[in-house]
């Protein structure tokens, strides 16, 4: 038991006085930059990029399109009972500008 003892009372020796208190000096109990009023006036004025806006509707022209053959038919009993051909297709296109 004494053994338990004096080890315990070691460790608490040892880790209880290596901790430093808090330090006063530290960033946490400085005063934020948001929480008052800053030193000089500031101005804020529109700020246009050299060269332009950065981001721009894109412009042009695109189309696209599709045509294909299309052939069915419908089966009964070894049987073609209906049979179809065609073609079918489409055109799309779009502008901006």
Do not use: C
Not at 21 to 47: C, D, I, M, N
Not at 63 to 76: E, H, K, L, P, T
């Amino acid at each position: 038991m004494s053994r338990l003892t004096l080890a315990t009372a070691l460790a608490v020796a040892i880790f209880g006085l290596s901790a430093s208190p808090a330090a006063a000096g530290s960033y946490l109990f400085e005063r934020s930059y948001y929480s008052h009023a800053p030193a000089k006036t500031v101005q804020v004025t529109p700020h246009m990029p050299a060269g332009g806006p950065q981001f721009t509707r894109p412009q042009g022209v695109a189309a696209q399109g599709m045509v294909r053959w299309n052939y069915s038919r419908i089966v009964v009993r070894g049987r073609t009972v209906e049979q179809t051909y065609g073609w079918d297709g489409y055109v799309q296109s779009q502008a901006k500008f």
